[in-house]
């Protein structure tokens, strides 16, 4: 499984971190992602990683303010979250994947349960 951890209520401008940490499996060869859900909204890919972190993909929405890093020693993965936005308030979710291009697709092997970001002041 993967667990979540970070999510709070920040003000705009902010920063966060969150992270994933796996339990039952090694995140070395998986692919991992971040994907979100805002209140009454789809959920949507927000950043993923290739197993080697070579090839990173952003939303447009987040691209050069948030940052997808992992480290395989201790299974966790990191999304780092800067210069908040109110419409970056949404639940958090972590996600692995066989392969890159199923994460961005969001087609995921396994999810975690979510951790929630509100940004407000």
């Known amino acids: 499984q993967l667990v979540e951890s970070g999510g709070a209520l920040v003000q705009p401008g902010g920063s966060l971190r969150l992270s994933c940490t796996s339990s039952?499996?090694?995140?070395?060869?998986?692919?991992v992602g971040w994907f979100r859900q805002a209140p009454g909204k789809e959920r949507e890919g927000v950043s993923c990683?290739?197993?080697?972190?070579?090839?990173?993909h952003y939303a447009d929405s987040v691209k050069g303010r948030f940052t997808i890093s992992r480290d395989d020693a201790k299974n966790t993965v990191y999304l780092q979250m800067n210069s908040l936005k109110p419409e970056d308030t949404a639940t958090y979710y972590c996600?692995?994947?066989?392969?890159?291009?199923?994460?961005?697709?969001?087609?995921?092997?396994?999810w975690g349960k979510g951790t929630l970001v509100t940004v407000s002041s």
């Open positions: 039952g499996f090694t995140l070395d060869f998986y692919a």
């Open positions: 996600a692995a994947a066989y392969y890159y291009e199923t994460c961005v697709s969001g087609r995921v092997a396994v």
């Open positions: 990683a290739s197993y080697n972190s070579n090839i990173t």
